[in-house]
Nanobody, 123 residues
């Protein structure tokens, strides 16, 4: 098991920024990829970004490239999602997830999920 705890969601105006955090409780992300997904009401869960813990390699959805940055802090065993230039269409529940040796966009390949954190962007 890889218990994941997200934090950092909230309400922000369009054009603003938020930083989400995803921490692994009680273990490290070694050999894992960590991804962020989001789900808006009435829509399917979609991939946002992912990072390969061992190398720092990243992967982004086209819709967030240039606005969102995923990063990791080895000492804190935490993955961050810095979200800038937020738009109303970014409003969703954001989930972090972990997968052994995978940091792609297919949610089915992720084995562990956090509880989600709400991000709301007002226009």
């Amino acid at each position: 098991q890889v218990p994941l705890v997200e934090s950092g969601g909230g309400l922000v105006q369009a054009g603003g920024s938020l930083r989400l955090s995803c921490a692994a409780s009680g273990r490290t992300f070694t050999n894992y990829g960590v991804g962020w997904f989001r789900q808006a009401p009435g829509k399917e869960r979609e991939f946002v970004a992912a990072i390969r813990w061992s190398t720092g390699s990243t992967n982004y959805a086209d819709s967030v490239k240039g606005r969102f940055t995923i990063s990791r802090d080895n000492a804190k065993n935490t993955v961050f999602l810095q979200m800038n230039s937020l738009k109303p269409e970014d409003t969703a529940v954001y989930y972090c997830a972990a997968a052994m040796n995978y940091y792609g966009s297919n949610s089915r390949n992720y084995d562990y999920w956090g509880q989600g954190t709400q991000v709301t962007v007002s226009s």
